[in-house]
């Protein structure tokens, strides 16, 4: 966990708040997602960057929007938070230099969102 | 019909018991497999990586793959109290590497 780096690590804030999640590796890998994960539904994606300028959305990425600030820096924002947006938040990371069978990601900690 | 499917459990069992955990998925074009741990309030790691069928074994965990059945199962044998986790499966829907489908996990406690 400590090459992938999330803060912070636990947030409560109000319905209409902007909220920003910020997350760093230092793994040298050039791909980066953004999944949340809410019990009985497993993780799932919201956003993923193959490098700086290429971001893509994944399949919930509705009320929420992405930086990629350099290769290392992928940050999540709640533009305006709503309780059902309280989850457990994870940044991820891959390697696509080694193609399909070096695309196993590995994780940062997690962010706990709680939206009252 | 869901992409994966897991028994979310919990599933407890006496410390040394081998373990068997599984995922079914729906769509036979899949051909990367995953298993990940997650330990309680932290983030998951990669346990096993397997490509098409067969089985891989790493230490005391093996993943099984069984492509004719879409069958995926991870086998944890002398099981410890340490191996007290959820475990996810997670399936490459293609070949670029970013599209994956996690299962819910299965909630796993060995006791001592």
């Known amino acids: 966990d400590a090459d992938v780096t999330q803060t912070p690590r636990n947030r409560i804030t109000k319905t209409g708040k902007r909220i920003m999640l910020e997350c760093s590796q230092t793994?040298?890998?050039?791909?980066m997602y953004w999944y949340r994960q809410d019990p009985g539904l497993g993780l799932r994606l919201i956003y993923y960057?193959?490098?700086?300028?290429?971001?893509n959305k994944g399949e919930i990425s509705d009320g929420y929007s992405v930086s990629r600030q350099a290769q290392a820096k992928f940050s999540l924002s709640l533009e305006s938070a709503i309780p059902n947006q309280t989850a457990l938040y994870f940044c991820?990371?891959?390697?696509?230099?080694?193609?399909?069978?070096?695309?196993?990601?590995?994780f940062g900690p997690g962010t706990r969102l709680t939206v009252l | 019909q869901k992409e994966v499917e897991q028994d979310p459990g919990p599933l407890s069992v006496p410390e040394g018991a081998i373990v068997s955990l599984n995922c079914t998925y729906s769509?036979?074009?899949?051909?990367?497999f995953m298993w990940y741990r997650q330990y309680s309030r932290k983030g998951p790691e990669l346990l096993m990586y397997?490509?098409?069928?067969g089985n891989k074994e790493d230490g005391r965990f093996t993943a099984q793959v069984d492509k004719s059945s879409k069958y995926i199962s991870l086998f944890i044998r002398d099981s410890q109290p340490s191996d007290s986790a959820t475990y996810l499966c997670?399936?490459?829907?293609?070949?670029?590497?970013?599209?994956?489908?996690f299962g819910p996990g299965t909630r796993l406690s060995v006791l001592p």
């Open positions: 991820a990371t891959s390697d696509s230099g080694r193609g399909p069978r070096g695309s196993a990601q590995y």
């Open positions: 793994k040298g890998h050039d791909r």
């Open positions: 960057s193959f490098d700086v300028k290429d971001i």
């Open positions: 769509n036979s074009a899949f051909q990367y």
């Open positions: 397997t490509y098409s069928s």
């Open positions: 997670a399936i490459l829907r293609d070949n670029y590497g970013q599209n994956f489908v």
